[in-house]
C-alpha cells in the first residue's frame, strides 16, 4: 500500500508542473493588454514602462513561467493588477466559497444519483427503471444556468421562500453557520447537484447491471443469501467507481462553476474567474486557474488511495 501510494504522489509532480505550464501559457497567449484595467487613457509611456517592470512583463516567457512557480511554491501568487491585493488571499476566500457550496452540491447528487441508480439497476426494465433513468438524463441535458434562473424565478420571485443570490444577508461575504446564511446556499447548491445527480446515477445504474448478472451473485443466492445480503456486496463492487466519479464531478464543480455562481453572485472561484477574464487581470487568471487545478490532481490523487482502501486488486494490479 505504501509503495502504491508513493507511485502516485511521484507521478503527480510532473502532472502539476504541466498543468502549470499549460496554464501560464494559456493565459500569456491570450490577446489583450493586462495594463489597460488600471492605466488611465492619457498615461504616459514612462508609467506604462514602470507597470511593466513592476508586474514582471519586460522579462522573457521563460523567466516570467519559472519565476511564477518559484513564487507559488512559496505561496505568493502575485498582486492582483484591478485591485492591487494578494491573489492568494482573494483566490483562498474565494476557493473556500467554492469549496463550501461545491461539497454540499455533491453530497447532493451523490446520495440522489445513487439512489436513481441502484432503484433503476434492480429493477430494470421496469417503471421505476423508466423513471429514474429519465430523471438521470433530463440533469445531464438540462443547462444548469437555466434552470438556476428558473429556480430564482419560482423560489425568490414567486414564492419568495429563498433569497436570490449572495453569501449572506444585505451581501455580506462573510460565513456564519446559522439558517440566515445556508438559505443562500440551497438554489446554488440544488442547481450545482443536477448535473453529478445524472452522472452518478446513470454510472451507478450500468454498474449495478453488470453486477446482477455476474455469476457470483447467482452463487451467493443459491447459498441462500437474503436480499439484503446481496444488496450489500453489490455495494462494495460498485462503490470504487461511484467513488472516482463523485471525485471527478467534484473536481469539475470547483473548476466549472462560473456560470452559476455568476448567476446566484455567489463570491466564489467561479465569480472571481468571470471578473478576472474581464478585467485581464494575469496575475488573479492565473492564481486561480492553477489552485483550481492543484485542488483537481490532489482530489484525483485522494480518490485512487479511498479506492485502493476500498479494492485492494487495484494496488496489486
Request: aromatic share 10%.
Amino acid at each position: 500500500m505504501l509503495g502504491f501510494l508513493f507511485r502516485r504522489v511521484v507521478y503527480t509532480l510532473p502532472i502539476m508542473l504541466g498543468v502549470a505550464l499549460v496554464c501560464f501559457a494559456l493565459v500569456h497567449l491570450s490577446p489583450g493588454d493586462p495594463l489597460v484595467s488600471i492605466l488611465p487613457p492619457d498615461a504616459s509611456q514612462e508609467l506604462q514602462e514602470q507597470l511593466i517592470e513592476l508586474y514582471g512583463f519586460n522579462r522573457s516567457y521563460p523567466e516570467q513561467f519559472f519565476s511564477w512557480v518559484w513564487r507559488a511554491l512559496q505561496g505568493d501568487l502575485g498582486t492582483s493588477i484591478a485591485s492591487g491585493r494578494s491573489v492568494t488571499e482573494e483566490v483562498m476566500r474565494a476557493v473556500v466559497n467554492t469549496l463550501r457550496l461545491a461539497l454540499l452540491a455533491t453530497a447532493i447528487g451523490f446520495v440522489f444519483g445513487c439512489l436513481f441508480g441502484f432503484v433503476a439497476g434492480y429493477f430494470q426494465g421496469s417503471w421505476l427503471d423508466k423513471a429514474a433513468s429519465l430523471t438521470s438524463v433530463l440533469g445531464v441535458s438540462v443547462p444548469h444556468y437555466w434552470l438556476g434562473m428558473v429556480l430564482v424565478i419560482v423560489f425568490s420571485s414567486i414564492l419568495m421562500w429563498l433569497p436570490p443570490g449572495g453569501a449572506g444577508p444585505g451581501g455580506s461575504g462573510d460565513w456564519v453557520w446559522d439558517w440566515e446564511h445556508v438559505k443562500h446556499m440551497i438554489l446554488p447548491a440544488i442547481t450545482m447537484s443536477v448535473i453529478p445527480m445524472g452522472i452518478i446515477a446513470r454510472t451507478v445504474r450500468a454498474l449495478v447491471a453488470e453486477i446482477l448478472a455476474q455469476e457470483f451473485i447467482v452463487g451467493l443466492r443459491a447459498k441462500g443469501l437474503g436480499d439484503l445480503g446481496v444488496f450489500l456486496h453489490v455495494v462494495k463492487n460498485a462503490a470504487p467507481t461511484a467513488l472516482a466519479v463523485m471525485g471527478l464531478q467534484l473536481g469539475y464543480l470547483l473548476g466549472g462553476s462560473i456560470l452559476i455562481e455568476t448567476v446566484f453572485s455567489w463570491p466564489g472561484t467561479g465569480f472571481l474567474l468571470n471578473s478576472a477574464i474581464f478585467q485581464r487581470d494575469l496575475p488573479l487568471l492565473q492564481g486561480t486557474i492553477l489552485v483550481l487545478a492543484m485542488f483537481f490532481v490532489v482530489l484525483n490523487l485522494v480518490v485512487d488511495v479511498i479506492q485502493t482502501l476500498l479494492d485492494p486488486r487495484i494496488a496489486r494490479s
